[in-house]
């Protein structure tokens, strides 16, 4: 391993009012000639809206940001492209340079459809439009207005994914849909408005599509967090089917030499103070990678987490890289005193003005503190009560965590009753389930995560069913019964046995009472009516460990 030497810095705090941010460029089209008679605008999210755009002119555009926030949104349009949203850090330089090349919209295989005011722009109500012998597609359309709004539905890539959107046509007037994309108006005539589309006059694309930066430091920096991206999900995917292959995450590896020597290749070409900083806390967020590689887990440096805590103050926006940056500098510095890193995270807290991430750091304590300090746990969760006021799903952090919850294991199941799927003269209740062992399982059709259980659940019942008198109660949360019966009949797993439907879901007395705030949400409990195991114990390989562990 290349020995990292760290670099210790005092940066100025990241002041309380966001500076101006110039962002200057080149857009290109799909023909990549500079685009004509495009638009850039600040939206406040990724597929979100803008109320004002600037236009881009001979391909050259320029714009000054003065918001508030930590991210810039870019939106860029152009006729006949699909919009591209550049996500950008703010506050970090004053000028950043891009250059952008737009994808070219495309038709779809299945013909030419459009949508208009009169269909209200419903996807749904779009219509197809006749083919002519000139290639060309036409459509009459009865109005009683002045003018007729219209858009024609066209393919496009996301993400390597074919997806559809809605833009404008070949003719009429075009006016900014304030997404990216354009309407096209046409005259109304004697209560006729006729269609014409021209597919010849679509872009023909020359190349690939892209966004970049092209200033420094600003290019290394997005280079390396989409280059830590990548490591990031190539290890969690890599660990996830370790573990449903091997039922635990013993023995799984990780070669992390790509991703050092990218790391410490970058680190070489660039000296600067600030850049070092973030290099370092690049390593400190890799600490997984590296303790999963044989060859460098011994290798892993803390001293550069012990020096980045004693040094960097929690104003410097460098903090802000990552929600896992303060937790894994934490677990270095203080292992498991819950109590310091408590204190930690109260300081960090009162620095940070970021919810989501106040959200994240207390959540990830109170999972630690509920395990080894039930104290402290209740010390934490009131604190992040008080810090979390008017958080969107603090309803759901106090599901999980608060300290008088009613789903803990040592605690009796509530009281419940529900109405059988299979039989609707039976109903199946705590009381009915007494005097055996059975999972109560809440979960839908429409969730991704309860049908990636569905194996581990399946191979489970029919190892343990009837020890003990194991069973299981899947209730659902689907939209309606039939879901679920048309799912057991037509799928993959026929869930053999006991079924209930929860309607209302989550604002449902019954999911209420077993604080259920995500699906799945799961409970095992014994033959005398005691909660015995939940959530993390009763998914994945350790579903078949925990049973194993009370019926065998």
């Known amino acids: 391993m290349k020995k990292f030497m760290f670099l210790i810095v005092f940066l100025l705090s990241t002041s309380a009012l966001m500076s101006q941010v110039t962002i200057k460029g080149t857009v290109l089209g799909a023909d990549s000639k500079p685009i004509q008679n495009g638009i850039v605008a600040f939206t406040k999210g990724e597929n979100a809206t803008y109320n004002e755009s600037k236009p881009i002119t001979n391909g050259k555009f320029e714009m000054v940001y003065d918001g508030k926030g930590n991210t810039i949104y870019l939106l860029t349009g152009a006729p006949f492209h699909s919009p591209y949203t550049f996500v950008l850090p703010a506050n970090e330089e004053k000028v950043i340079e891009v250059e952008i090349k737009l994808q070219a919209l495309e038709l779809p295989a299945d013909g030419v459809r459009f949508i208009s005011e009169a269909g209200e722009f419903d996807f749904n109500k779009s219509l197809p439009m006749l083919k002519k012998a000139d290639g060309t597609y036409s459509y009459e359309v009865e109005s009683s207005a002045k003018s007729l709004k219209y858009q024609v539905m066209y393919s496009f890539d996301y993400e390597g994914q074919p997806s559809m959107r809605t833009s404008h046509g070949t003719m ?95 680190r070489a070409k660039n000296q600067d103070p600030s850049m070092q900083l973030l290099f370092d806390a690049y390593y400190i967020l890799s600490k997984s ?66 919810i989501e991430r106040k959200a994240r750091l207390y959540s990830s304590l109170m999972y630690e503190t509920r395990v080894v300090s039930p104290k402290i746990h209740r010390d934490v969760y ?118 209930g439907f929860v309607q209302d879901g989550f604002e449902s007395k019954l999911g209420q009472t077993f604080e259920v705030a995500g699906i799945p949400s799961v409970v095992l409990v014994d033959d005398k009516g005691t909660i015995i195991a939940t959530s993390s114990e009763l998914r994945g390989g350790s579903l078949e460990n925990t049973l194993k562990k009370f019926l065998e």
């Open 289 to 354: 990678f590296y303790e999963s590689d044989p060859k460098e887990k011994d290798n892993y440096d803390t001293k550069v987490a012990e020096n980045f805590f004693k040094k960097v103050p929690y104003s410097n926006k460098v903090w802000s890289l990552n929600n896992e940056l303060l937790t894994t500098v934490l677990e270095v510095v203080y292992g498991k005193d819950v109590e310091k890193k408590f204190q930690e995270i109260v300081r960090f807290c009162n620095e940070d003005v970021d």
């Open 172 to 266: 009429g007037e075009l006016i900014e849909d304030k997404a990216g994309d354009f309407y096209s108006s046409i005259p109304v005539i004697n209560g006729k408005a006729t269609i014409i589309f021209d597919p010849s006059k679509l872009m023909k694309p020359a190349g690939e599509y892209y966004a970049r930066v092209i200033s420094e430091p600003m290019r290394t920096k997005i280079e390396l967090k989409q280059a830590f991206s990548k490591i990031e999900r190539e290890y969690y995917g890599r660990m996830l089917g370790y573990m449903e292959k091997n039922k635990s995450q013993e023995g799984f590896t990780f070669d992390v030499s790509k991703w050092n020597n990218l790391l410490f290749s970058y």
């Open 382 to 499: 009131e604190k992040a009560m008080s810090d979390l006021k008017g958080y969107q799903y603090i309803k759901q952090i106090q599901f999980q965590h608060n300290p008088d919850k009613r789903i803990e294991i040592g605690k009796p199941v509530p009281d419940f009753e529900i109405t059988s799927l299979e039989n609707a003269n039976q109903t199946i209740s705590n009381k009915t389930l007494k005097g055996q062992y059975y999972l109560i399982d809440f979960w839908a059709t429409w969730c991704g995560p309860c049908m990636a259980e569905m194996g581990n659940l399946h191979q489970a019942y029919e190892k343990f069913k009837g020890k003990k008198g194991f069973t299981i109660l899947s209730l659902s949360y689907d939209a309606s019964p039939d879901k679920v019966v048309e799912h057991r009949k037509k799928g993959k797993y026929p869930m053999p046995w006991n079924h």
